[in-house]
């Protein structure tokens, strides 16, 4: 127990249990699905299901620049566990060592200051329970603040504003992703939200191991504060000038989405019995 790893080892596995535990006492329902066969078995192959999951989200184009707007998120966000050891090792050693701190103990505190800003935004947004209108600002505006304090983080010399900076953007997170949960969830259908969502996860996530290494590369070379910030900054920009995006500010009109969705398969009619015009929702 010297080093506190089996500590660490079995905090972490305890929380798992009571992840488990927390899901026993949850209804979670499973939606037939309208494919399945007398039997309950799927018709459907994997690869139509991968298939209808992409156009599902390719026929809504808010959805699909939401979708843009978390996929540059992860861009920017991603490296955090490479590039902060590099940060508390190059750009704050001087202030942690002036303070008579030791590197773990610096990298811990920021570490510690992260995982309490999310609890925070994490509480505050179940107890004030999101946006019921226009719930992509409430994407867009966290995630806009998160990135500031990102390069508040990685232009800090001094460890406390960097553990401010860490704690109040991980503040923002959950509050970002409890509104595009929300919004994702009542624009999919039940039985098609594992398609769809599995779909969206895949997209947002690709960048994550591209940017950790270009980034962890570029930080080797280049200062890693400038990195962080740089990233940061392209965030920042992305998230501003999409509050003027009138695809993405119509997410939340379902009718809209719905219409964008019926051009295809109109334009697919009005094609097959051979109509050169094909009248469309506004």
Not at 229 to 235: D, K, P
Not at 242 to 252: A, G, H, I, K, M
Request: proline share 6%; net charge neutral.
């Amino acid at each position: 127990m010297a080093d506190g790893t089996p500590l660490v080892i079995a905090i972490d596995a305890l929380t798992f249990f009571l992840c488990a535990a927390v899901l026993l006492l949850v209804d979670v329902p499973s939606p037939t699905r309208s494919d399945a066969g007398a039997s309950g078995r799927i018709e459907q192959s994997l690869w139509a299901d991968v298939c209808e999951g992409a156009l599902f989200v390719w026929r809504r184009p808010p959805l699909l620049w939401l979708l843009a707007v978390f996929a540059v998120a992860n861009l920017a966000g991603a490296p955090t566990g490479v590039v902060v050891p590099l940060l508390v090792k190059f750009n704050l050693e001087p202030d942690w060592a002036a303070r008579g701190h030791t590197f773990e103990t610096a990298l811990a505190l920021l570490g510690v200051a992260s995982g309490v800003g999310g609890v925070i935004g994490g509480l505050l947004v179940s107890a004030w329970g999101g946006l019921r209108r226009n719930r992509v600002y409430g994407v867009l505006a966290p995630m806009l603040v998160a990135s500031v304090f990102q390069i508040v983080y990685g232009l800090s010399p001094l460890l406390p504003l960097s553990a401010a900076a860490a704690s109040l953007g991980a503040a923002m997170h959950p509050i970002l992703n409890q509104h595009s949960q929300s919004i994702w969830q009542s624009h999919t259908p039940r039985e098609l939200q594992g398609r769809v969502f599995s779909i969206r996860r895949l997209i947002a996530w690709t960048i994550l191991p591209i940017s950790t290494a270009a980034t962890g590369a570029l930080a080797g070379v280049l200062d890693p504060g400038y990195v962080f910030a740089s990233l940061g900054m392209i965030s920042a920009l992305f998230c501003a000038t999409n509050l003027f995006n009138p695809y993405l500010l119509r997410v939340d009109d379902k009718a809209a989405l719905d219409a964008a969705n019926e051009r295809p398969a109109q334009h697919r009619a009005g094609h097959e019995t051979g109509s050169s015009h094909t009248t469309t929702a506004p």
